[in-house]
Structure formats: structure tokens, C-alpha cells
């Protein structure tokens, strides 16, 4: 059974950084692109950002681009968010996902998902 698990989260004061990781555990996803969602309190989930299995091709939302930077593990089976110049907007519970289809990962269609883990981001 394949699992994502986030790890990484928690309370940053605005300008600072954090930096996510998503393990994948049950077996090795070696074609699949991976991504990252949140979602804020009484707002729908929203893509984040999402790289491909060879690390070729990355997509990030606006509202993280410049800020946010995703990448992979050596074994391809770990996925990293690296969010700096972090603001009270980025408050929310971020996912991540994987599926071998990189626009169903972007829109949120992804065959796998984590739990979540929190950010909260102190004004």
C-alpha cells in the first residue's frame, strides 16, 4: 500500500522559511510526478507547485513563484518544498501528491495523496 507522508510543518514568523518533505513509503514511484497543495481555512485546496519524475519540468503557482522551490530526492521517492520569504497567506495545510499523469498532479486529480502537515505563518 502506498503511502505519502508530509513532515516539515509548523509555526515561522513572516520572512521566514521552512522547508516540507514528503516521503513515499509501500513501494517505489519512480514514473510518477509529484506535487504539493494547501489549503487554508474555508478556502478550497490550491496547487502549489509540481515537478515531474526526471526533474525535467516544474510548475509553480504565481503566488509562490520566486519564493517556493520544489525538488527531489536522489531516489526520485522523496519530495521537497522549500518556502522562503514566507507570509500570513501561506497559512495552510499543504499536501502532497503523485500521479503519472503531471497534469492530473497540477490540477489535483492525483491517484495518491498525503495526509497533510500545517504552516502557519505569524504576522
Known amino acids: 500500500q502506498v503511502q505519502l507522508v508530509e513532515s516539515g510543518g509548523g509555526l515561522v514568523q513572516a520572512g521566514g522559511s521552512l522547508r516540507l518533505s514528503c516521503a513515499v513509503s509501500?513501494?517505489?514511484?519512480?514514473?510518477?510526478?509529484m506535487g504539493w497543495f494547501r489549503q487554508a481555512p474555508g478556502k478550497e485546496r490550491e496547487f502549489v507547485a509540481v515537478?515531474?519524475?526526471?526533474?525535467?519540468?516544474?510548475y509553480y503557482a504565481d503566488s509562490v513563484k520566486g519564493r517556493f522551490t520544489i525538488s527531489r530526492g536522489g531516489a526520485k521517492n522523496t519530495v521537497y518544498l522549500q518556502m522562503n520569504s514566507l507570509e500570513p497567506e501561506d497559512t495552510a495545510v499543504y499536501y502532497c501528491?503523485?500521479?503519472?499523469?503531471?497534469?492530473?498532479?497540477?490540477?489535483?486529480?492525483?491517484?495518491?495523496w498525503g495526509q497533510g502537515t500545517q504552516v502557519t505563518v505569524s504576522s
Open positions: 501528491n503523485a500521479d503519472t499523469l503531471i497534469s492530473d498532479s497540477r490540477t489535483g486529480r492525483a491517484h495518491y
Open positions: 509501500g513501494r517505489t514511484l519512480t514514473n510518477y510526478h
Open positions: 515537478i515531474s519524475w526526471n526533474r525535467n519540468t516544474i
